[in-house]
T-cell receptor, first 112, second 116 residues
Framework: AQSVTQLGSHVSVSEGALVLLRCNYSSSVPPYLFWYVQYPNQGLQLLLK??????LVKGINGFEAEFKKSETSFHLTKPSAHMSDAAEYFCAVSGTGNQFYFGTGTSLTVIP | ETGVTQSPTHLIKTRGQQVTLRCSSQ?????VSWYQQALGQGPQFIFQYYREEENGRGNFPPRFSGLQFPNYSSELNVNALELDDSALYLC???????????????FGEGSRLTVL
């Protein structure tokens, strides 16, 4: 079975500060992992994905994530937060049957 | 390139009624998935359609049903609506190469259903 756990439903950072959003996964098969972002009243947009190539994955808008098998983690980071980064972020794992399992989300607030 | 479009964007129904939600997939994508996102939660997989057949289903009762058409567009039907069915329903299209999906999902903006 596959699942993801996002630690921290709300994260606040100052503009220009490091963003760290945490995701741990559980998977009975080698996982394919994703981070999606959702802006208010919009659908989800892919930030980045890990599909067993390089463990450090770079995505859009300056985000990146590192796959750590020993820690079963796939945390999302960005060196310097921007006001436009305020949104809901979802970690997801692709499971058998082609379905994605999403975490409960982390709401990011950026303080000016 | 046309993205995923969903209709209607908002609708209100009463308990016991039926609803149909529609989705047009992104150009070139042959797979459509439906997800339910309750308030404050992550999306939950309802089912997926590939080549007009159901290709995987989540833990949802049979009153949730769907269709995929030859042009790859899709419908989600929900019968006997319950209050807990109030949610944002997201459609996502993808090009599945077969087997476990490594590809991304392209989401529409969703249909927000309120059941009174």
């Amino acid at each position: 079975a596959q699942s993801v756990t996002q630690l921290g439903s709300h994260v606040s950072v100052s503009e220009g500060a490091l963003v760290l959003l945490r995701c741990n996964y559980s998977s009975s098969v080698p996982p394919y992992l994703f981070w999606y972002v959702q802006y208010p009243n919009q659908g989800l947009q892919l930030l980045l994905k890990y599909t067993s190539a390089a463990t450090l994955v770079k995505g859009i808008n300056g985000f990146e994530a590192e796959f750590k098998k020993s820690e079963t983690s796939f945390h999302l980071t960005k060196p310097s937060a921007h006001m436009s980064d305020a949104a809901e972020y979802f970690c997801a794992v692709s499971g058998t049957g082609n379905q994605f399992y999403f975490g409960t989300g982390t709401s990011l607030t950026v303080i000016p | 390139e046309t993205g995923v479009t969903q209709s209607p964007t908002h609708l209100i129904k009463t308990r016991g009624q039926q609803v149909t939600l529609r989705c047009s997939s992104q150009s070139g994508h042959n797979t459509v998935s439906w997800y339910q996102q309750a308030l404050g939660q992550g999306p939950q997989f309802i089912f997926q359609y590939y080549r007009e057949e159901e290709n995987g289903r989540g833990n949802f009762p049979p009153r949730f049903s769907g269709l995929q058409f030859p042009n790859y567009s899709s419908e989600l039907n929900v019968n006997a609506l319950e209050l807990d069915d109030s949610a944002l329903y997201l459609c996502a299209s993808s090009l599945v190469p077969g087997g476990r999906s490594t590809g991304e999902l392209f989401f529409g903006e969703g249909s927000r259903l309120t059941v009174l």
